[in-house]
């Protein structure tokens, strides 16, 4: 069974940068698209960021194009988020997951696997 475990959340004041970490484990091979997706409090969780097993494709929520960044190291078994120019409006808690050979559908949020999320809390 695949797992997911994130990390690297905090507190940030607006217009700083995190980076947050996702290990998968359980896994027996690398075709496994890997992202994230926040739940700010109040609101639906929503799609932020999918990276594809090898690391070649990525795509973004336009809310975060241009200062998100995606990307993996599979000799790692990692998958990160750099997150820059951060708004308050990006406070959420941030879920890792993974689905295998799921790409195109990652957004669509039907995945093998979650984390138990990491707080991203950006103040103004």
């Known amino acids: 069974q695949v797992h997911v475990v994130e990390s690297g959340g905090g507190l940030v004041q607006a217009g700083g940068s995190l980076r947050l970490s996702c290990v998968i484990s359980g896994h027996k091979s690398n075709p496994y698209a890997m992202g994230w997706f926040r739940q700010a409090l109040g609101k639906e969780r929503e799609f932020v960021a999918v990276v594809s097993w090898n690391g070649a494709d990525t795509d973004y929520a336009n809310s975060v194009k241009g200062r998100f960044t995606i990307s993996r190291d599979n000799a790692k078994n990692t998958v990160y988020l750099q997150m820059n120019y951060l708004y308050p409006e990006d406070t959420a808690v941030y879920y890792c997951?993974?689905?295998?050979?799921?790409?195109?559908?990652?957004?669509?949020?039907?995945?093998?696997?979650w984390g138990q999320g990491t707080v991203v809390t950006v103040s103004s």
């Open positions: 997951a993974a689905g295998h050979g799921s790409y195109h559908g990652f957004p669509a949020g039907a995945l093998d696997a």
